[in-house]
């Protein structure tokens, strides 16, 4: 098979660009990002380019989608990647407590302060993974469901990830974190509540809504799901200046009807708007209500309503959506 010439593969990230999970920033979420960091294999705005910038092409080349001439390694290097959904599950898979992801407003600070450690300390990987440059020419199979045993390149750029131990991911899980109602009181008359979410050994938590039972977050968290999976755990806290945060209440998720129902029925771009699934509501479990598996507009998304375990009251409203990581 001929190579395809610059202007075939310029198309072809073009296309890349044009999927929905590509459609905002890798970083802060803005939408219609027109660049890139070519050797990362993420799709950026203007604000973040510049802060990917500052941190040297050795840790990432940012290149403009639509004004820069692209090499056949460069596209070559996005295009293996996947784009942003496939990244994020390496760069971001496990976010500790204390930090959040910017928003498309955040100040220039809390931008580059979250991608120096994203990119360029790395804080986020899972544990014993780190992620080194090289200009070795050094090539290996790359597989997006794996990170392996060893040496695995992105492209012949070198970024390689090395890891002890074999984990395999199935998949991206997106929760949006909309809002609770009647939470516990903690403080006096209110609570400082936020959520945190907890799936094998990652964490993500939302912002602090300052006093009020009936928060509204409406924040995105995404979470690796590996092949061997376990519920995804809810818990919300109250934020306390000068004490240990206090348990607020919590709850489990069962993933299994919502991966199961999507594997079952294949590529969600091809089904119409439909229920594939449903999560029942029993005494064993913290539904408010029974939870159906929908296909909307390509994407698989159940809606959850969980009643708060071990507290006197409360309950929380999310947004899932599967993204798996074999399309």
């Excluded at 027109?34 to 092409?57: D, E, Y």
């Excluded at 989608?65 to 990244?87: C, K, R």
């Excluded at 080194?132 to 040496?151: D, F, M, P, W």
């Excluded at 492209?155 to 998949?171: D, P, R, T």
Aim: hydrophobic letters at 40%.
């Amino acid at each position: 098979m001929f190579p395809l010439p610059n202007s075939d593969k310029m198309t072809k990230l073009r296309e890349l660009l044009h999927k929905s999970d590509n459609r905002i920033c890798a970083d802060c979420s803005a939408p219609d990002p027109k660049w890139a960091s070519a050797n990362i294999g993420v799709f950026i705005c203007l604000k973040c380019s510049g802060v990917h910038r500052s941190l040297g092409t050795h840790v990432s080349k940012v290149l403009s989608i639509t004004l820069d001439q692209w090499s056949d390694d460069e596209i070559n290097s996005m295009i293996e990647v996947g784009g942003n959904s496939y990244a994020n599950s390496i760069y971001e898979a496990f976010i500790p407590e204390g930090y959040h992801k910017p928003h498309p407003d955040s100040s220039q600070e809390e931008r580059a302060d979250f991608i120096r450690s994203k990119y360029e300390l790395q804080e986020f990987l899972k544990p014993s993974l780190r992620i080194v440059s090289s200009k070795s020419s050094l090539e290996a199979t790359y597989s997006r469901k794996h990170i392996g045993q060893q040496c695995f390149s992105f492209s012949s750029f070198g970024l390689f990830i090395l890891q002890a131990g074999m984990v395999e991911f199935i998949g991206i899980l997106k929760v949006k974190v909309i809002r609770g109602t009647k939470l516990a009181v903690r403080d006096l008359i209110s609570s400082d509540p936020y959520v945190v979410l907890i799936l094998g050994q990652q964490k993500a938590k939302t912002s602090v809504v300052k006093r009020n039972l009936n928060p509204v977050w409406n924040e995105e968290l995404k979470l690796s799901v590996p092949q061997q999976y376990g519920p995804l755990k809810l818990q919300v806290f109250d934020h306390a200046m000068l004490s240990k945060d206090d348990k607020m209440g919590e709850a489990e998720i069962d993933l299994q009807p919502m991966i199961s129902a999507a594997t079952a029925f294949g590529d969600a771009d091809l089904l119409a708007d439909m229920q594939i699934g449903k999560w029942l509501k029993s005494p064993d479990n913290a539904l408010a209500r029974d939870s159906p598996v929908n296909v909307v507009n390509g994407k698989v998304k159940q809606e959850v309503s969980l009643k708060l375990q071990n507290v006197e009251s409360g309950e929380v409203d999310l947004e899932l959506e599967w993204v798996p990581l074999n399309q």
